[in-house]
């Protein structure tokens, strides 16, 4: 079963407008951090935002939040004021905390945004 | 500067023969990762490695293999038993914690003809 499952592969937003990028995950690991990156036409991976499976409060950072809801396995990015800049991939990860060996990140198909002007 | 090094950016190389692709990173990280990624595939791990000397096989391994003799170093081969060795390929690395990021290179585009 897939780990992580984005579900739009391509979005289309307004400039100035905001759109939300969804995420469900799988796992049966209390200890678990999920976290989102972008990646330009150049295909450099940006890191933007972390949630980690204890935290109380949804995660945000600038014009990026994360919409946090664990009984649903779900983390979605919401990108607020949209921006030229912001046409992208997009990639949902999650990493497990279950011991030494499980360090990697499973990543989503991803999710091609496009801003509109 | 701290970072991730990935060269070549392009790669071209005929059908049958091996192509190695360098990762150097200088961020004292014990873990390193090799990605694949294909269009419409998202990434995908072909080895990882958490020590100088160990590494383990991702969910794509068969055709590529690697070395970690190094903490900076994590160079990735590419056989010709890859059946399909064209893609771009990034490497990654992190500290040993569940709940921080990995850092990611800027990726070598390989292309077998």
């Known amino acids: 079963a897939q780990k992580i499952t984005q579900t739009q592969p391509g979005m289309f937003v307004q400039e100035k407008e905001a759109v939300t990028l969804d995420c469900t995950y799988d796992t049966s690991d209390p200890s678990y951090g999920l976290f989102w990156y972008k990646q330009p036409s150049s295909g450099e991976m940006i890191f933007l935002i972390y949630q980690g499976s204890y935290d109380q409060q949804n995660a945000t950072e600038g014009r990026y939040s994360l919409n946090f809801q664990k009984a649903r396995k779900s983390a979605n990015l919401v990108i607020s004021a949209s921006q030229l800049g912001d046409s992208a991939m997009y990639f949902c990860a999650m990493r497990e905390g279950s011991g030494g060996s499980n360090y990697k990140l499973t990543f989503g198909k991803g999710t091609l945004l496009t801003v509109n002007p | ?113």
């Not at chain 2, 004292?28 to 595939?41: L, T, V």
């Not at chain 2, 072909?46 to 900076?72: C, L, M, P, T």
């Open chain 2, 1 to 113: 500067d701290g970072g991730i090094t990935q060269s070549p950016k392009y790669l071209f190389r005929k059908e049958g023969q091996n192509v190695t692709l360098s990762c150097e990173q200088n961020l004292n990280h014990d873990a390193m990762y090799w990605y694949r990624q294909d269009p419409g595939q998202g990434l995908r791990l072909i080895y990882y490695s958490q020590i100088v000397n160990d590494f383990q096989k991702g969910d794509i391994a068969e055709g590529y293999s690697v070395s970690r003799e190094k903490k900076e170093s994590f160079p990735l081969t590419v056989t010709s038993a890859q059946k399909n060795p064209t893609a771009f390929y990034l490497c990654a690395s992190s500290i040993l914690d569940w709940n921080t990021e990995a850092f990611f290179g800027q990726g070598t585009r390989l292309t077998v003809v």
